[in-house]
T-cell receptor, first 111, second 113 residues
């Protein structure tokens, strides 16, 4: 069966510090991968998606970036965090255009 | 472009009574529709999906939803609420050949003992 992992589970970082969140998927190959952000009291916002290694589509201009160095690994990064980057970050995978399955999420607090 | 509107931001029910969460969709094509549930500080879990097969879709934990094209609705129901159903629920739509999902704003369900 397929599983999706995210780490860390929680993170507290000062403004201006770098960020790296990791997402890995097991039990499937060539999945579509997605990064979402869920700010307090708001819905889900799609940040990035990837249909293959090295292929990244950005949905919202911001100081975040994403990379897919391996087939089942998706990384969300920032060089300098802003207060507004605080939120709950969710990674998801899907096989082609079928339903998406979500990871457990990372709670990021920027202080 | 496709979108969904969840008609209630908050629903409160007593344990053992029915739950109804309303969702209307807008899509130029025959859509794929989903309901997800999110418990506090957890990821989203797929409850059920509609992909142009039977219009009445049964999901996990006793939930079901009915696709009504004439009303452009995809309401989620459960005959008897349980305390563990307290969570946030998202109605989601995806168009044909689209990798992306469009999420509703969410409905928070509270279950009273």
């Amino acid at each position: 069966s397929q599983t999706i992992h995210q780490w860390p589970a929680t993170l507290v970082q000062p403004v201006g510090s770098p960020l790296s969140l990791e997402c890995t998927v097991e039990g499937t190959s060539n999945p579509n991968l997605y990064w979402y952000r869920q700010a307090a009291g708001r819905g889900l916002q799609l940040l990035f998606y990837s249909v293959g290694i090295g292929q990244i589509s950005s949905e919202v201009p911001q100081n975040l970036s994403a990379s897919r160095p391996q087939d089942r690994q998706f990384i969300l990064s920032s060089k300098k965090l802003l207060l507004s980057d605080s939120g709950f970050y969710l990674c998801a995978w899907a096989q082609s255009d079928y339903e998406q399955y979500f990871g457990p999420g990372t709670r990021l607090t920027v202080t | 472009a496709q979108s969904v509107t969840q008609l209630d931001s908050h629903v409160s029910v007593s344990e053992g009574t029915p739950v109804l969460l309303r969702c209307n969709y807008s899509s130029s094509y025959s859509p794929s529709l989903f309901w997800y549930v999110q418990h506090p500080n957890k990821g989203l879990q797929l409850l059920l999906k509609y992909t142009s097969a039977a219009t009445l879709v049964k999901g996990i934990n006793g939930f079901e939803a009915e696709f009504k094209k004439s009303e452009t609705s995809f309401h989620l129901t459960k005959p008897s609420a349980h305390m563990s159903d307290a969570a946030e629920y998202f109605c989601v739509v995806r168009g044909i050949n689209d990798y992306k999902l469009s999420f509703g704003a969410g409905t928070t369900v509270t279950v009273r003992a």
